[in-house]
């Protein structure tokens, strides 16, 4: 072979040579970016399964390592099985998400009443779950959007809603309802007041609706408030019906003695002016007889005939006038006595209305003020908040973890508690403070010129009072505290404003611990 052959040969090797490094060099970056994406790609794998994980684990480790592929095969092989697994999993987890979101859809597109764009968005939210082909993320928006729906649905009016009856799927949908309804009913109750059997009646509803009640229950209830409402109107209409009765009988009593007393009077003018006649008759016979007479003896017969049907006529007249006079008297002390009577009966009446007002304004339980009296004491004492630009301070306070003590001892007891918590707080306070139970657990109190930082001592006696109280059930100690925020009236202030910053300062005392006072200007 030439010198030149063997020249060209060498060049054409080390050209085939520097292709394969080339080809070479590009394999082995393409395999080092194929095995970062395998090692990224295992990641996002990470924490469906342990076993999994495991596996993954291994093989990002081999990789880096730049181990012979040929010896991954048996770890590849279980990893396909694993994967094949988990898909499957994957695939019954998602039909069940489908199911679940669905049935979730469906619970709130049974209220009527909705607003038509809600309906709108709800009937998008059901199509999109009822996608064949859905996947976890095709399912991750619809779900963000079912929750937006919830979260609307929430704030939404509820009077407005009537929820068709519910299926048992439905029932802890409309646990917040339930819940609502429940308080609202208490509410309700301690505006209205109730005496005797029904006051009882009243207290043991009060009593089921504090504990867990279920829907048929609290119907139940609704019902028997409105039958003991019903009664009570009646009663009071039958009340008041009996005293518009007596009014009438004693006006007629009245008026037929007025009547008898004027038709009494008129006969017996009739009779007066008969005996008037009478006695001018007599003395114009007289003159008469007078300017006839001829004899002395004759005149003086004449005249003492004439004098003697005087007499008597004058004593008819005495007589006459003093009928009129009794028959006056007999019907004025009929009216007299019988307005007596009256007034006795509207006495009565008022003192029972007044009653009523006062018990219309007042707990049962604690006795204490309740709410129809705490908005009417707010409006007035606001009202010279404004007139006055007195300070004026309200302060919002809740006992803790009452429900605790409801669950662990039972209602009686937490009832017990509330009593004399109340009590505890009243006593505490000055003649011209006021304290109202505002519902449940939640106290409402309103300082009248006073500052906040004047009150701020009080406040914390109070509460530490509350701490001290030894309550002491089935033969446990039990400690009870309690939470408290107050705030000052500010010149922008309207009184829910300013209850409203009691309230959040209440809610801040709670979050930072409990058994505490925050004040918030
Ligand atoms: N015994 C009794 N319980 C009542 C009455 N009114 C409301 N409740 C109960 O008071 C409890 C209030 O509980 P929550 O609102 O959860 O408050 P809490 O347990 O005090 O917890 P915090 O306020 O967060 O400290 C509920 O269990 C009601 O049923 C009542 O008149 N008597």
């Not at 039958?227 to 009438?248: D, H, K, P, Y």
């Not at 008819?316 to 009966?345: A, F």
Request: proline content about 2%; overall charge neutral; charged content about 25%.
């Amino acid at each position: 072979m030439s010198d030149e052959k063997i020249e060209l040969l060498k060049k054409k090797l080390l050209s085939s040579i520097q292709a394969r490094q080339s080809l070479e060099r590009s394999y082995e970056k393409q395999f080092t970016s194929l095995t970062a994406f395998i090692g990224k790609l295992t990641n996002t794998c990470k924490g469906l399964d342990v076993e999994l994980d495991n596996r993954l684990g291994k093989l990002r480790t081999h990789l880096n390592k730049n181990t012979n592929i040929s010896k991954l095969e048996p770890l590849i092989t279980e990893l396909s099985k694993l994967l094949n697994q988990q898909s499957n999993k994957n695939a019954q987890q998602l039909q069940q998400a489908q199911v679940a979101l669905l049935g979730a859809a469906k619970t709130l597109q049974k209220f009527k009443g909705l607003p038509n764009e809600f309906r709108r968005s709800l009937r998008g939210v059901i199509q999109q779950i009822e996608q064949p082909d859905n996947s976890y993320i095709h399912l991750i928006p619809v779900l963000t959007q079912l929750v937006n729906l919830y979260q609307e649905f929430a704030t939404l009016e509820i009077k407005e809603l009537e929820a068709t009856p519910a299926s048992t799927d439905d029932t802890a949908a409309l646990e917040p309802l339930r819940q609502k309804a429940s308080a609202e009913l208490i509410n309700i109750l301690s505006h209205i007041a109730f005496s005797g059997e029904n006051a009882d009646k009243v207290d043991k509803i009060r009593h089921t609706l504090s504990s867990h009640v279920s829907a048929a229950c609290l119907v139940e209830s609704c019902v028997e408030v409105i039958r003991l409402v019903v009664g009570s109107i009646t009663e009071e209409r039958q009340s008041a019906q009996s005293f518009l009765f007596s009014l009438n009988d004693a006006l007629s009593s009245v008026h037929s003695a007025v009547s008898t007393s004027i038709s009494g009077s008129q006969s017996i003018n009739e009779s007066k002016q008969k005996l008037n006649a009478q006695l001018k008759d007599n003395l114009t016979g007289m003159s008469d007889e007078v300017n006839k007479a001829t004899t002395l003896d004759g005149l003086k017969k004449q005249i003492n005939l004439r004098i003697a049907d005087i007499i008597d006529a004058l004593n008819q007249k005495e007589s006459l006038e003093s009928q009129e006079h009794q028959l006056l008297i007999g019907s004025l002390s009929e009216m007299e006595s019988r307005l007596k009577e009256l007034e006795v009966e509207a006495e009565e009446y008022k003192k029972k209305l007044s009653e009523q007002r006062f018990k219309s304004l007042q707990d049962m339980l604690t006795k204490l003020p309740n709410r129809a009296s705490l908005d009417e004491r707010m409006e007035l004492e606001y009202r010279r908040w404004m007139r006055y630009s007195h300070d004026l301070c309200v302060v919002v306070a809740d006992i803790d973890h009452f429900k605790k003590i409801n669950d662990k001892f039972g209602h009686s007891v937490g009832d017990r508690v509330l009593q004399i918590v109340a009590a505890t707080l009243q006593k505490g306070l000055r003649e011209t403070d006021y304290i109202a139970r505002y519902g449940g657990e939640e106290f409402v109190l309103i300082f009248p010129e006073s500052k906040l930082k004047e009150i701020d001592i009080k406040l914390n006696h109070l509460r530490e009072a509350v701490n001290k109280i030894p309550f002491k059930f089935k033969n446990a100690d039990l400690k009870v505290t309690i939470s408290m925020g107050a705030t000052q009236f500010k010149a922008i202030d309207q009184p829910q404003s300013a209850f409203d910053r009691a309230d959040q300062a209440l809610y801040k005392a709670k979050a930072s611990g409990r058994n505490k006072v925050i004040l918030t200007r």
